[in-house]
């Protein structure tokens, strides 16, 4: 009886202690947020800093360079204030690369660049003190990005860096870097324009660079072999990827080549939206969280089991006041200190709702023209509350925020978890009404029947803006692969067909169009639906294709020059798009509405839009004359032809009618 008391008396003081240090890194986080943990550096001298609740002590090591050799200098911090552990060096330091290390349970921890680090040495193992200012371009004070009125003005143009220029007949003089894919003047196979031409060609106005920070993935002290990740993989949050660069070993290197191709994508018109990855880290127990504030920045069970939500091993807890401001100020120095224009948020569904709306009022009072999208979705379950998670569902509460559409995406083409499963273009029956949600861009409207949806079963988007139309990303199958999975039989012709009208259909949608990179090449990568550490191989961009597709190419090319020459495909509001856009004739495999009024200040007065999925030409009934605008592959945006009565849709094709 003695043993049982004394054991209950045991855990009821530990748990007592546990909750007080729990308190105690409450409060310390509650007040440690109005700190700038950045570190400040003049030439008269450097100001460490580092938030660690639990340490028990912090050095600092220095060092000549960021790869080898000991430290030279050593140092203690001290605490500040609320956990807050810091150092003032004089003099000019800038050029010298560093790590802390803190001290738990009297042992030392592994060395950490610290999660606030600008830049890095190789491989990102150790931090460098630098005057970002010195790393500017010329004219830098003045670069800016592409202004646009909401985000459904911008078409998004999603790449991988390496992707474009990696391939031989890129024609690129840094093939796989950033200075190689904003090169003017390269040319493929049969003097096509490649790189930053082919982009300028097509014209799109936004590039969305998968990530882009430095990862684990890549060795790079061994860039002479052929390394490939996606970049999922979080390692530094703050600074380039140094395999992108010309030479990762310099820190201030891939800082100048990012901010250097940031500004010549701009000098061209086209901003620079960056894919970010706050929801997980590419490591977890040696992560450098782990290694200032153990546990603190992840997500836990009440078991104590580490949560998973994001399926590569961790999540992290953005409801934490230091996570929470770790991401806004993260975010913020990107907008700021790099001039881009916009962020994707992978598995956005793990964040809360309260944290990304955070984010999008810091960014925009940096640039209103940046905006905010990402994944309505998690990878598995998460501790934290489903009314609290920045999810599609939950998109009406984020007013500055939009989510990728997977309504309209597998509607168009069948599920992506289901090689066989089609979509509208590719057969299916009873998809239209998908299609109409994502036409409409999530929004209410009265002719949709939302039971009839995929998916959700109820609008989610106050705005038609908030909603990403798209069919095709790096993840899964290209669309070009994913027609081929699950139509076996239909030959080349038919499949090419295909593959157009799914993305006629989301650039003439009214939410924001995003293109997979090659989509507008038939791009293949043989099959693979999880290309993320293939060769280049499988995930380079093979110029050929511009060679062999250019009927493609120019369908394509022709889309995007209507929906930026007619705003009516990009109204602003829920309003508009309810009061000028209905809906026509619906069947399966068919479907058509009209767009009035001059909607959004279009020149056209009115627009009809068929979309003919059926294998066969559609007699489609008219009931006043029209001038088209587009009819199977032709394109004729002004004085087109006149149609009463009827005209023939072709088989798996769009029409765009006009009446000025």
Known sequence: MKLKLSLLLLIMITTSCLNQTKTSISESSKTAIQTSLWLNYTKEASIFKLWSPTAENVKLNLYKNGFDNNAYEIYNLSTYINNVWELKLDGDLNGVYYTYQIMIDNKW?????????????????RAMVLDLESTNPENWERDKGPSINKPNDAIIYELHIRDMTIQPQS??????????????????????????????????????LLPTYDHYSIDETNLETSQFNWGYDPQNYNVPEGSFSTNPYNAEVRIEEFK???????????????????????????????????????????????????????????????????????????AEEYHLDGFRFDLMGIHDIATMNEVAEAVKKINPNI?????????????????????????TKMPQITAFNDDIRDGLKGSVFDDKSTGFVSGAKNTETSVKFGVVGAIQHPQIDYDAINYSKAPWTNEPWQSISYVSCHDNHTIYDKLKVSRKEADEATIIAMDKLANAVVMTSQGVPFIHAGAELLRTKNGEHNSYNLPDSINQMDWNWKVRHDNVFEYYKNLITLRKAHPAFRMPSAEEVRKNLTFKTIEDGMLSYEISNHANGDSWKD????????TTAYKYKLKSEWQLAVIGDKYTLEAGKKISKSVNVPAISMLVAYRK
């Open 171 to 208: 024609g690129s003089s840094f093939p796989g870097k950033y200075l190689g894919l904003v090169e003017t003047g390269t040319k493929g196979p049969n003097n096509v324009a490649t790189g930053l031409d082919h982009l300028m060609e097509l014209g799109i106005t936004h590039v969305h």
């Open 607 to 614: 627009i009809l839009i068929v979309y003919n999925a059926k």
């Open 260 to 334: 250097t191709m940031v500004k010549k994508f701009h000098d061209h018109g086209i901003g620079v939206i960056l894919d970010v990855v706050y929801n997980h880290t590419g490591i977890t127990k040696n992560s450098n969280f782990n290694l200032e504030a153990p546990d603190y920045y992840y997500r836990f069970w009440e078991d104590g089991k580490q949560s998973d939500a994001s399926a590569c091993g961790n999540e992290t807890a953005s409801e934490k006041e230091m996570m929470r401001k770790f991401i806004i100020e993260s975010v913020s120095f990107w």
């Open 371 to 395: 905006f905010i999208y990402g994944e309505g979705w998690t990878a598995g379950d998460s501790p934290l509350l489903i009314r609290d998670r920045a999810l599609k569902q939950n998109i």
């Open 109 to 125: 921890l592994d060395e950490t660049p610290g999660i606030y680090a600008q830049a890095v040495g190789v491989n990102g193992k």
